[in-house]
Protein backbone atom coordinates (compact mmCIF):
# COMPACT_ATOMS: atom_id res chain seq x y z
CA UNK A 1 0.00 0.00 0.00
CA UNK A 2 1.57 3.43 -0.82
CA UNK A 3 0.08 6.38 0.26
CA UNK A 4 1.10 9.64 -0.77
CA UNK A 5 0.07 13.57 -2.37
CA UNK A 6 -0.52 12.85 -6.06
CA UNK A 7 -0.19 16.66 -6.86
CA UNK A 8 3.37 17.02 -5.44
CA UNK A 9 5.36 16.38 -8.36
CA UNK A 10 8.40 15.10 -6.28
CA UNK A 11 6.28 12.51 -4.52
CA UNK A 12 5.20 11.45 -8.58
CA UNK A 13 8.76 11.66 -9.94
CA UNK A 14 9.91 9.63 -6.71
CA UNK A 15 7.12 6.74 -7.70
CA UNK A 16 8.26 6.72 -11.42
CA UNK A 17 11.74 6.50 -10.41
CA UNK A 18 11.32 3.89 -7.98
CA UNK A 19 8.83 1.79 -9.82
CA UNK A 20 8.97 3.21 -13.42
CA UNK A 21 5.01 3.68 -13.39
CA UNK A 22 3.30 6.79 -13.49
CA UNK A 23 0.70 7.42 -10.36
CA UNK A 24 -2.70 6.00 -12.02
CA UNK A 25 -5.50 8.69 -11.95
CA UNK A 26 -9.35 7.42 -10.56
CA UNK A 27 -10.33 4.12 -11.17
CA UNK A 28 -7.48 2.90 -13.23
CA UNK A 29 -4.39 1.14 -13.10
CA UNK A 30 -1.06 1.04 -14.49
CA UNK A 31 1.17 -1.93 -14.73
CA UNK A 32 4.61 -2.82 -16.45
CA UNK A 33 5.10 -6.57 -16.17
CA UNK A 34 3.90 -8.48 -12.93
CA UNK A 35 4.06 -5.07 -11.41
CA UNK A 36 0.75 -2.90 -11.13
CA UNK A 37 0.09 -0.18 -9.02
CA UNK A 38 -3.62 0.86 -8.86
CA UNK A 39 -5.57 4.39 -7.90
CA UNK A 40 -7.55 3.46 -4.46
CA UNK A 41 -8.25 7.22 -3.64
CA UNK A 42 -6.71 10.41 -3.83
CA UNK A 43 -4.08 9.57 -1.85
CA UNK A 44 -3.87 5.78 -1.58
CA UNK A 45 -2.77 3.14 -4.46
CA UNK A 46 -2.48 -0.99 -3.78
CA UNK A 47 1.04 -1.78 -5.39
CA UNK A 48 1.32 -5.33 -6.91
CA UNK A 49 5.01 -6.90 -6.97
CA UNK A 50 5.98 -10.57 -7.95
CA UNK A 51 6.39 -12.89 -5.00
CA UNK A 52 9.32 -12.62 -3.44
CA UNK A 53 9.90 -8.56 -4.61
CA UNK A 54 7.94 -7.09 -1.61
CA UNK A 55 11.06 -5.91 0.62
CA UNK A 56 13.50 -4.87 -2.43
CA UNK A 57 10.45 -2.90 -4.02
CA UNK A 58 9.57 -0.91 -0.63
CA UNK A 59 13.65 -0.18 0.19
CA UNK A 60 13.68 0.89 -3.55
CA UNK A 61 10.85 3.38 -2.42
CA UNK A 62 11.39 4.42 0.69
CA UNK A 63 15.07 5.41 -0.96
CA UNK A 64 13.37 7.58 -3.80
CA UNK A 65 10.96 9.37 -1.72
CA UNK A 66 13.51 9.73 1.23
CA UNK A 67 12.94 11.97 4.38
CA UNK A 68 11.25 15.27 3.06
CA UNK A 69 8.09 13.92 1.68
CA UNK A 70 5.03 12.71 3.37
CA UNK A 71 4.32 9.13 2.50
CA UNK A 72 3.77 5.62 3.85
CA UNK A 73 4.54 2.35 2.18
CA UNK A 74 3.21 -0.39 3.70
CA UNK A 75 3.32 -4.22 2.78
CA UNK A 76 -0.12 -5.80 3.21
CA UNK A 77 0.54 -8.78 0.92
CA UNK A 78 0.50 -11.31 3.76
CA UNK A 79 -3.17 -10.13 4.37
CA UNK A 80 -4.30 -10.54 0.54
CA UNK A 81 -4.91 -12.67 -1.98
CA UNK A 82 -5.04 -12.13 -5.73
CA UNK A 83 -7.36 -14.40 -7.93
CA UNK A 84 -6.59 -14.23 -11.46
CA UNK A 85 -9.99 -15.30 -13.48
CA UNK A 86 -9.51 -15.68 -17.28
CA UNK A 87 -11.31 -16.95 -20.59
CA UNK A 88 -14.31 -16.27 -22.58
CA UNK A 89 -16.93 -16.52 -19.60
CA UNK A 90 -15.68 -13.96 -17.08
CA UNK A 91 -17.61 -11.23 -17.69
CA UNK A 92 -20.93 -13.49 -16.89
CA UNK A 93 -18.75 -14.92 -14.32
CA UNK A 94 -18.53 -12.09 -12.65
CA UNK A 95 -21.84 -10.36 -13.37
CA UNK A 96 -23.22 -13.13 -11.55
CA UNK A 97 -21.71 -12.06 -8.78
CA UNK A 98 -21.19 -8.05 -8.40
CA UNK A 99 -23.71 -5.30 -8.97
CA UNK A 100 -21.01 -3.24 -10.43
CA UNK A 101 -21.41 -2.77 -14.26
CA UNK A 102 -18.85 -4.84 -15.87
CA UNK A 103 -19.85 -4.05 -19.26
CA UNK A 104 -16.64 -3.13 -21.92
CA UNK A 105 -17.94 0.17 -22.41
CA UNK A 106 -18.01 0.80 -18.67
CA UNK A 107 -15.44 -1.44 -17.04
CA UNK A 108 -12.62 -1.41 -20.00
CA UNK A 109 -9.40 -2.83 -19.92
CA UNK A 110 -7.17 -1.06 -17.13
CA UNK A 111 -10.41 -0.31 -15.00
CA UNK A 112 -10.28 -1.08 -11.00
CA UNK A 113 -12.52 -0.87 -8.43
CA UNK A 114 -13.57 -1.40 -4.87
CA UNK A 115 -16.81 -3.15 -4.72
CA UNK A 116 -18.98 -5.72 -3.72
CA UNK A 117 -18.41 -9.57 -4.85
CA UNK A 118 -20.48 -12.40 -3.25
CA UNK A 119 -21.64 -10.33 -0.39
CA UNK A 120 -17.68 -9.82 0.16
CA UNK A 121 -15.96 -6.46 -0.13
CA UNK A 122 -12.87 -6.88 -2.85
CA UNK A 123 -10.75 -5.34 -5.55
CA UNK A 124 -11.74 -5.97 -9.47
CA UNK A 125 -9.62 -5.60 -11.45
CA UNK A 126 -9.18 -5.92 -15.72
CA UNK A 127 -6.11 -6.74 -16.68
CA UNK A 128 -6.75 -8.07 -20.12
CA UNK A 129 -9.51 -8.87 -22.94
CA UNK A 130 -10.96 -12.02 -20.93
CA UNK A 131 -8.31 -11.15 -18.09
CA UNK A 132 -9.81 -10.00 -14.58
CA UNK A 133 -8.26 -9.96 -11.05
CA UNK A 134 -9.44 -9.92 -7.96
CA UNK A 135 -7.87 -8.73 -4.73
CA UNK A 136 -9.47 -9.71 -1.86
CA UNK A 137 -8.48 -10.31 1.88
CA UNK A 138 -6.69 -13.23 2.94
CA UNK A 139 -9.67 -14.42 5.29
CA UNK A 140 -12.06 -14.14 2.89
CA UNK A 141 -10.19 -16.30 0.08
CA UNK A 142 -11.82 -19.70 0.76
CA UNK A 143 -14.89 -18.32 0.50
CA UNK A 144 -14.44 -16.56 -2.75
CA UNK A 145 -12.94 -19.74 -4.10
CA UNK A 146 -16.19 -21.85 -2.88
CA UNK A 147 -18.09 -19.05 -4.50
CA UNK A 148 -16.26 -19.19 -7.37
CA UNK A 149 -16.49 -23.08 -8.25
CA UNK A 150 -20.12 -22.78 -7.31
CA UNK A 151 -20.82 -19.52 -9.60
CA UNK A 152 -18.30 -20.73 -12.92
CA UNK A 153 -20.12 -24.60 -12.68
CA UNK A 154 -21.85 -23.85 -15.96
CA UNK A 155 -18.95 -22.79 -18.11
CA UNK A 156 -16.77 -25.39 -16.83
CA UNK A 157 -14.04 -24.31 -14.55
CA UNK A 158 -10.16 -25.20 -14.73
CA UNK A 159 -7.51 -24.27 -12.40
CA UNK A 160 -4.57 -23.05 -13.45
CA UNK A 161 -1.17 -23.25 -10.89
Same mark, same amino acid.
Given at each position: ?????????????????????? %????????? /?????????????????????????????????????????????????????? /????? +?????????????????????????????????? +????????????? +???????? %????????????????
Amino acid at each position: MLRGDAADPAFAAAVHQALGLE %LPVALTLVA /SGETSLQWLAPDEWLLIVPGGEEYAVEQRLRQALGEELHYAVVNVSGGQTLLEL /SGANV +RELLMKSTSYDVHPSNFPVGKAVGSIFAKSQCVI +RHTGEDTWELVVR +RSFADYFW %LWLQDASAEYGLQVAA
